[in-house]
């Protein structure tokens, strides 16, 4: 059972805390500082981080990206839920589709819906983002999943 968390939106000059959770996880950190990406601190109510997660919105696709559990937590669900509330910020969003990179977590995110797709596939405007076409590796597995 995935815990209930509340997101917070992190303003730019927040965005240390998340930089250094990324790099700890070895995630792309570089363009955290950008105004693009919209990031949101989770905590399970208490005002205490239990992670991070982003969007990025490119008309009715978002681009799913550093979602991060802080270390302690791990195995707890958090990650999962993470992931529902950046679904739910999405939809809010208008996207009918999420895509994200990944080089370690393809298993997490085939449990939650999202599959494995050929790079060629991706939108133009993802295409271009600093995520996909600068700081993650060719080797990273496209995922995709279709919001209802």
């Known amino acids: 059972m995935a815990p209930s968390l509340i997101a917070f939106p992190l303003a730019v000059w927040e965005r240390d805390g998340l930089a250094a959770a990324l790099r700890k996880a070895r995630l792309p950190s570089e363009d955290i500082g950008t105004s693009g990406p919209l990031f949101w601190r989770f905590s399970a109510g208490d005002d205490v981080p239990v992670g991070f997660g982003g969007l990025e919105v490119y008309g009715e696709d978002a681009l799913m990206r550093s979602v991060v559990t802080l270390p302690p937590l791990r195995g707890r669900g958090v990650g999962a839920a993470i992931v529902a509330a ?38 133009v405007a993802i295409r271009a983002s600093t995520q996909f076409s600068k700081l993650c590796p060719d080797s990273a597995v496209l995922m995709l999943k279709r919001l209802g």
């Open 86 to 123: 950046l679904e739910v910020e999405a939809r809010v969003s208008k996207c009918s589709a999420i895509y994200l990179l990944t080089t370690t977590a393809q298993g997490f995110f085939e449990k939650l819906g999202y599959a494995t797709i050929d790079r060629a596939q991706t939108p």
